[in-house]
């Protein structure tokens, strides 16, 4: 299956400083891959520099084998939906008005449409009328997960969709994710939760230092030996009747 998204060792700077250093990534329809890192690693930086966001010094990142830097805005937003870490809005808009901005291509109403059914599928129908400036952070942050959801893009990116989400709410947000991996969307998320990205991806990819260090299965990537290198801990994921668990202790 062709990849729809590709970073062919890519390296990028920024503020004068190296960020990222021959990263790769290749991501296919129907998976779920977890970006892990501690803080700083370049994870975000990652995500930019194969959107065209952050400027490339080498390497190459394409979008469904097509060059990002050669893509129109409005061909980038078909092909990509991106949700990124910053939740400010400037506007207070409605949510149902916020949620079909990821609609785009469609009429008014069939982008209104969309976006109130989105808006239920994340737990916010109620609040389509409410302007997003009035909302808590957790409330705000299902509006933009519905947006992301209003694009149906072939490839959905979220950076720390699950930051500052109460249980409930962090879990919601990955099953739906991966119902759109389900039924054919590539999806890419990044998370600081070790154990979640375990159970909720279908591969992890830890960065460190502007570097992919380990790319595969959850049992493969985040092994007892980058467990250790890369954040310090000493332990290993366990299987329980939960799913995978991640039993560590500071090295």
């Not at 969309?114 to 942050?141: K, P």
């Not at 375990?198 to 092994?223: F, I, K, M, T, Y």
């Amino acid at each position: 299956m062709s990849a729809v998204w590709t970073l062919d060792a890519v390296s990028a700077r920024q503020g004068g400083k190296s960020v990222l250093e021959t990263a790769s990534l290749s991501v296919s329809p129907g998976e779920v891959v977890g970006i892990v890192g501690p803080n700083g690693a370049g994870k975000t930086s990652l995500l930019r520099a194969g959107l065209g966001l952050l400027p490339l010094a080498a390497g190459q990142a394409l979008l469904s084998g097509r060059r990002v830097g050669a893509l129109k805005p409005d061909e980038r937003a078909r092909l990509v939906g991106y949700l990124p870490q910053e939740r400010r809005a400037a506007w207070n808009l409605p949510a149902r008005m916020v949620a079909a901005l990821g609609a785009s291509d469609l009429s008014d109403p069939e982008a209104d449409a969309l976006a109130r059914a989105c808006l239920t599928r994340v737990g916010a129908g109620d609040l389509a009328d409410r302007g997003v400036l009035d909302m808590s952070g957790g409330e705000r942050a299902r509006v933009l997960l519905a947006r992301l959801l209003a694009t149906r893009a072939p490839l959905l990116i979220a950076d720390e969709p699950v930051a500052g989400l109460d249980p409930d709410a962090q879990l919601l947000t990955l099953d739906l994710l991966r119902a759109e991996a389900a039924a054919g969307a590539a999806v890419v998320v990044t998370l600081h939760d070790l154990g979640l990205a375990a159970r909720a991806c279908n591969r992890v990819v830890v960065v460190s230092r502007g570097h992919v260090v380990a790319d595969g299965p959850p049992r493969e990537a985040l092994s007892g030996a980058v467990l250790a290198s890369v954040f310090g801990l000493d332990g290993a994921l366990v299987e329980t009747s939960a799913g995978l668990v991640l039993a560590a202790r500071r090295a």
